[in-house]
């Protein structure tokens, strides 16, 4: 396939770039062999039917060939939970660890305090809330993502979700696979989303993405974010700005998170948060799920003040069986798979080489990846 090959190419090409400038000392890998130890989910028996299925412990991210034939040590594997996990094996001498918002390894300050050579802490995607950011800042480590490598993917995704809630989408699958056939059952609460209020909380990279998505679907587009567009974007885009997030919320049918997690932002829709919203909202989520509360979501699609919930990030991850958000009523939830699409894992992967190519050589990574560096975090941590 034509984007297969794109994908590919871009998987080579991040690769060979490379920067001059030079690092902090905590940073600086000094000469000889590195344990890199990365933590992703497993494929088991999925692995083998796409080549470039990278993601996922058996496609190792495609690094194993080339830092094994650097001298450098690679550990993979999917168990990062519980006192006798295989990561926390590992934690006392590796040097870089990698991890994904898919299977994140939770970095807590325990283990960051146990991690005597640990220097750096790569997300292979975006958002690094699994890490105990201020513990890393105070250790000097420095945290880094690759920055823009699936923001497409979960934009995409989103659209997808604000659809299917709209459109009371699942009621129909599931009436088909059960044998049913009730119109009435599906149509009594499915709409257009032509004019329709949407707002998003964040408009960063993916904010302004799903934006411009759904400005063919005449809505009326609002968004909320610590910094405002430049007004040319906000004109093509059609989106107004809304300082007050708790001014904007309420005029919303639909409401698409996309902020990270920060000890501001946990928490945010509680139960008071969330019955000042329209009755009847819908609410897609994939930034992260430790932003909501659980129990006050659980509770609101089932009196129907939530009409209808969409997301694939959950807190803890994964999800334990007994999760309230697996069996409440007008839920679309899903594992969390929005951002590891086959083309972001090839883009991420590419960024992920890069970045391990500047640490073994001393060099600087490009800025916008840094979530914490020399002990500051990036902006929207603070």
């Not at 000469?31 to 190792?60: D, H, M, Q």
Request: aromatic share 8%; glycine share 8%.
């Amino acid at each position: 396939m034509a984007m297969k090959q794109v994908a590919r190419s871009a998987f080579k090409a991040v690769a060979n770039s490379g920067s001059s400038s030079v690092l902090t000392r905590q940073l600086h890998a000094s000469p000889g062999s590195k344990k890199i130890v990365g933590v992703f989910y497993k494929a088991n028996e999925y692995f083998t039917k796409n080549p470039n299925f990278v993601g996922c412990v058996e496609g190792a991210l495609g690094l194993r060939q080339w830092l094994e034939s650097q001298g450098h040590q690679y550990i993979v594997t999917d168990d990062k939970d519980g006192p006798n996990c295989e990561l926390d094996k590992h934690i006392p001498d590796l040097h870089v660890l990698i991890s994904t918002p898919f299977h994140p390894a939770y970095v807590t300050a325990e283990r960051i305090k146990k991690a005597k050579n640990l220097q750096l802490l790569l997300t292979a995607g975006i958002g690094s809330d699994h890490v105990d950011l201020k513990a890393a800042a105070e250790a000097g480590l420095t945290v880094a993502e690759i920055t823009g490598s699936n923001v497409v993917s979960v934009a995409e995704d989103e659209l997808m979700r604000i659809l299917i809630l709209v459109r009371n989408f699942l009621p129909g699958h599931h009436q088909v696979i059960n044998g049913d056939w009730n119109v009435a059952g599906i149509a009594y609460r499915a709409y257009d989303l032509e004019g329709k209020t949407v707002g998003t909380i964040g408009a960063g990279r993916i904010g302004k993405l799903l934006l411009q998505r759904l400005k063919p679907f005449n809505c009326n587009l609002l968004y909320h974010d610590r910094i405002k567009m430049d007004p040319e974007l906000e004109k093509e885009i059609g989106a107004k700005y809304e300082e007050d997030l708790d001014i904007m919320l309420p005029k919303c049918d639909i409401i698409v998170v996309n902020m990270p997690l920060t000890e501001k932002t946990r928490g945010m829709f509680d139960k008071d948060r969330i019955a000042k919203l329209k009755k009847g909202v819908l609410i897609v989520n994939n930034a992260r799920g430790a932003i909501m509360d659980t129990q006050a979501v659980a509770d609101a699609c089932a009196s129907g003040h939530i009409a209808g919930y969409s997301g694939d990030v959950w807190y803890p991850q994964p999800a334990p069986k007994d999760h309230p958000w697996r069996y409440m009523p007008n839920q679309a939830m899903t594992p969390h798979i929005s951002g590891t699409t086959i083309d972001a894992q090839l883009r991420y992967a590419a960024g992920v080489k890069d970045m391990l190519e500047r640490y073994f050589k001393g060099e600087e990574f490009p800025a916008q990846n840094y979530i914490v560096k020399e002990g500051e975090l990036a902006p929207q941590y603070r």
